[in-house]
């Protein structure tokens, strides 16, 4: 069976054609640009040849069409015709509290993602062109909405909850809904598939961290809490995103800098953060280079986003009692063998202890960092969410 | 691995599907002075490719800079970010060709105030909407920047004047995001309602306003600032008072003397005795305090005097 992810942004569609039989990728890339001058279309080949498709793509719609022109044809593409697409997955930013899981699409669900546009004006609207797009493009192939909040909606409600009027809850339904849940949830699934535990008797902590980052708790495979919130400003210090902050400030600044709310909005999500402090860059590699040139305040950026982690982690493992297993994902959990180590020594209170010298070879694999002696199992798991809105995609498929 | 193949992307599309260009993906800009860089910018800022207009070389340089300036303002007020400025001055281009406009399907003329005199020029301006009608495609929609000047008049001479319209942007309170929008007598519905499309595409409230001189901004800010002039004639209040009252007491964002100071008074006399000609009602005749600071050429925030006095980046000094 060959399953479509698409994955669609305010200006952008990312795509990945797998082949869930022999779990090969049959083609994967995405437009960039929808809509502005110098649009273009990356696809990367079965064999990895890169392939940078040229010229006006004015929408969503369009893309799509450009997608599936490219992966159905001969020169570049993975499939004879359309027919050989058999289902398609699409990411969808937003559930609210409409949606615990994944769901096959129907007019009624379609409905309710609408729903959900007044909690997520910037990010539904794209996944709904995604979905309208393949209404018309494939009319007969199900399509399936995988929400990056699903997985969070397990969360007791003392964790969703703010501390403000109740009635703004039920007027606005203003909680924490967590973002990144496909992505924990695939990383701490698969994390107990590698060690060989049992994922429902199991307290582990996820930590998402890249240029967006968030940190979740799980236990026995349910998310209980999660650092992003209404938002994804909520939380980790990213790279362009303050995360926590006293709300004071946002008061004060709006009345000293006279700027108004899309102003704050854009000042918290796009000049702040690991960008907004080191003054140089969101781009954590840049960051390195700058503390070996002596910046300090490139060191400062990381020693705050680094303490911000350790400070969820801590507050996280008070939440679940004690923890069994903590993973490392995103681009930086991955990557950045220092911020890694860094976080984890300064865990060894509770029993962390991980191997130095492996720690500091391993990027973007599946690894067990911790020593035999460490209480908690310490673990990367690189992210695949496309691989798991595939994976939804098709059971959710298989059953219809 | 051999490099990355580069090719174009049409011969990758599905269907025959028409392709026709999505609404507004493209727009002209005539004349790029306050208003006219304000239209771009805004449009730009959208997601839509600007093509503006200007006389020559010197004024396109200028019109750039106006625009970055206005873009670096908003950077450091927290607005908008470095790279989103680059995307953003990536999508306008100047020219001082007409033919350039070739492929829009909305233009908008806003010919600026003659620089000394704030006089509108209307001989001009209907010149530039026979320029349009001749390089513009027949479904293509050419509006006017208005407040006074009435679009039926300009778009007379036209040979389709149902695609005609008269737009009038608030520019003088920064960010207020508002457009009133003013068919004029031969206006077409559709031309309205992609009009009202086109300020919901660049999020823009808008308000319809039936062609009239002043239209509701333009009368409703000149009253209250020849009444204001009239408090401070008669030495019931200062400046600062009046627009203290208006900004605590009323909750306006800015007083009508600092709004003043800002549109500028040699447009603020004009604009009054247009709608005193076209009215014939005393209430519009200029106040006695603005034609004396016309006459002495403190024209407000664009010559550091007006009913304030400002420093060079336009910040009240007393």
Known sequence: MNILVLNCGSSSVKYKLLDMASNEELGTGGVEKIGMKGSFLKHIRRDGQKVILKGEILEHQLAIEYILGVLTSEKHGAIKSLEEIDAVGHRVVHGGEKFNSSVLITDEVIQRIVECIDIAPLHNPPNLAGIYAINELLPSVPQVAVFDTAFHQTMPDYAYMYGIPYSLYTKYGIRRYGFHGTSHRYVSKRACEFLGMDYSNTKMITAHIGNGASVCAIQNGKSVDTSMGFTPVEGLMMGTRSGDIDLGIVTFLMEKEMIGASYVSTLFNKHSGVLGVSGISSDMRDIENAIKDGNERARLALDMYEYRIKKYIGSYTAALNGIDVLVFTGGVGENQTKSRQKICESLAFMGVEIDKELNAVSRGKEVLLSTPNSKVKVVIIPTDEEFMIAKDTLEIVEKK | ?318
């Open chain 2, 1 to 318: 691995m051999a490099e990355e193949i580069i090719e174009a992307i049409e011969r990758y599309g599905l269907s025959k599907r028409n392709r026709k260009r999505t609404l507004f993906s493209r727009i002209g800009v005539v004349g790029c002075g306050k208003e006219g860089s304000l239209i771009a910018t805004t449009a730009a800022f959208s997601g839509m490719e600007v093509v503006f207009l200007e006389v020559n070389e010197e004024g396109i340089a200028t019109a750039y800079k106006r625009i970055e300036a206005k873009l670096d303002k908003k950077i450091s007020n927290w607005g908008l970010t470095e790279n989103e400025k680059k995307v953003i001055m990536g999508r306008i281009t100047g020219t001082s060709n007409y033919e350039d406009f070739s492929g829009c399907d909305f233009v908008i003329e806003a010919i600026r105030y003659h620089d000394n005199t704030g006089v509108r020029r209307i001989a001009q301006r209907k010149e530039v909407f026979k320029e349009l009608e001749r390089v513009l495609s027949v479904s293509a929609i050419i509006a006017s920047n208005v407040s006074t000047v009435i679009v039926t008049d300009l778009a007379a001479e036209l040979e389709h004047t149902d695609r005609c319209i008269g737009l009038h942007f608030l520019s003088n309170v920064p960010d207020s995001q508002i457009i009133e929008i003013v068919p004029g007598l031969n206006t077409s519905n559709e031309t309205f309602e992609k009009v009202c499309q086109f300020a919901r595409m660049i999020n823009y409230d808008y308000i319809p306003v039936m062609e009239s001189s002043g239209l509701v901004s333009i009368r409703m800010f000149l009253i209250q600032l020849n009444e204001a002039c009239g408090i401070l004639m008669e030495g019931i209040s200062s400046v600062e008072d009046i627009d203290k009252v208006l900004t605590v007491g009323f909750g306006h964002r800015q007083g009508v003397f600092r709004t003043a100071d800002q549109m500028g008074i040699e447009k603020i006399v004009r604009l009054l005795e247009n709608l005193w000609d076209e009215y014939g009602s005393l209430k519009y005749k200029p106040s006695p305090v603005i034609l004396r600071l016309f006459r002495a050429k403190h024209f407000g925030v664009s010559t550091n005097r007006g009913f304030y006095t400002y420093d060079e980046q336009g910040n009240i000094l007393k």
